[in-house]
C-alpha cells in the first residue's frame, strides 16, 4: 500500500504520482482533484501559477497532478482529450470534471470545485 508520509510535491504543492500504482491509489481513496496537465501546454502553465491559491481555498481536496505524456493510457481511459482538464473523485466515485480543451480561468476552476461540492 502506498505510504502517504512519502508523497512527492511540485513546486507548487501538488502531488505528483511517481507510478500508475500510486496514481491507482489516489483514485481509489480520498476526495482528490485530478489535474492533468503537460509541459508543452500553453493553457496548463497559465493555469499553474495560480494553482496554489486555489488549493489553499478548497483545502478538502488533494490536488494530484497527472502528466498526460506520463500517463497517457490513463488519460484515455479517463477520456481527457483536451488539457488542463480537471476530474474530482471521492473514494474512486467521480463526482464531476471540467474536461475540455479550452483556456481554464481560477475563476472558473473555483466555480466547478463549488459545484462538485454540493
Not at 496514481?23 to 485530478?34: D, I, Q, R, T, W
Not at 489553499?56 to 481527457?80: L, S
Not at 475540455?100 to 470545485?113: D, S
Amino acid at each position: 500500500m502506498y505510504n502517504q508520509s512519502s508523497k512527492r510535491k511540485g513546486r507548487d504543492g501538488m502531488i505528483i504520482p511517481k507510478n500508475i500504482e500510486e496514481l491507482a491509489s489516489y483514485a481509489e481513496k480520498g476526495k482528490n482533484v485530478f489535474f492533468f496537465t503537460a509541459g508543452w501546454c500553453g493553457d496548463c502553465n497559465f493555469i499553474k501559477p495560480q494553482m496554489p491559491e486555489i488549493e489553499a481555498e478548497f483545502p478538502q481536496f488533494q490536488f494530484i497532478q497527472v502528466d498526460r505524456d506520463d500517463y497517457i493510457d490513463v488519460a484515455a481511459e479517463w477520456n481527457i482529450f483536451g488539457i488542463p482538464s480537471f476530474v474530482v473523485l471521492n473514494d474512486g466515485e467521480e463526482l464531476g470534471r471540467l474536461v475540455n480543451k479550452n483556456r481554464k480561468t481560477k475563476n472558473e476552476i473555483a466555480e466547478f470545485l463549488q459545484r462538485v461540492e454540493g
